[in-house]
T-cell receptor, first 114, second 111 residues
């Protein structure tokens, strides 16, 4: 399996622009998680889906952030409008539903908002 | 709210030494605990997964232990090598929700 695939790897955008991050989970995994990593706050859970349904979005920082999972093989995280404080590395992870399973992370998208 | 603490925040040791990284968590009601490695500018690589019913897991030179009742886990690295240099992250799974991470231990192995 190719693992969790994220695109793009790097994104540089101007403040106010819309940014869309993409994730393809491991085939067969039915839980998907979006995390954000910064030096100050470490890794924070933004939102997660089970069977394509958003379960908990309490970690989404503001209404400017939204996430979708239209099918089992694709998810997006959108920021509109973007701000410099959104600059971070955004990770997607997938897992099987069930307490005994571990998570597999993608390589991340490094977002810089100037 | 679950909190995960990793000590030390940074560690530098000569090659060949055995070392221990520590992780503590505030709520013992966890399903499992996972240790990850992160290289600079890279993603997270899973090293070991310990279920709440287990006491330890081993993979090569790595051994992770879990004492759920006291809220502690350790990652033991035997015969350290320069290639072990990375940030090591501990994460607990409190339930159906996502993992809660510590801030990590930045490890440098001196050749």
């Amino acid at each position: 399996d190719a693992g969790v695939i994220q695109s793009p790897r790097h994104e540089v955008t101007e403040m106010g622009q819309e940014v869309t991050l993409r994730c393809k989970p491991i085939s067969g995994h039915n839980s998907l998680f979006w995390y954000r990593q910064t030096m100050m706050r470490g890794l924070e859970l933004l939102i997660y889906f089970n069977n394509n349904v958003p379960i908990d979005d309490s970690g989404m920082p503001e209404d400017r952030f939204s996430a979708k999972m239209p099918n089992a093989s694709f998810s997006t995280l959108k920021i509109q409008p973007s701000e410099p404080r959104d600059s971070a590395v955004y990770f997607c992870a997938s897992s099987l539903v069930g307490k005994q399973y571990g998570y597999t992370f993608g390589s991340g998208t490094r977002l810089t908002v100037v | 709210k679950q909190e995960v603490t990793q000590i030390p925040a940074a560690l530098s040791v000569p090659e060949g030494e055995n070392l221990v990284l520590n992780c503590s968590f505030t709520d013992s009601a966890i399903y499992n605990l996972q240790w990850f490695r992160q290289d600079p500018g890279k993603g997270l690589t899973s090293l070991l997964l310990i279920q709440s019913s287990q006491r330890e897991q081993t993979s090569g030179r790595l051994n992770a232990s879990l004492d759920k009742s006291s809220g502690r886990s350790t990652l033991y690295i035997a015969a350290s090598q320069p290639g072990d240099s990375a940030t090591y992250l501990c994460a607990v799974r409190p339930g159906a929700d996502g993992l809660t991470f510590g801030k990590g231990t930045h490890l440098i192995i001196q050749p």
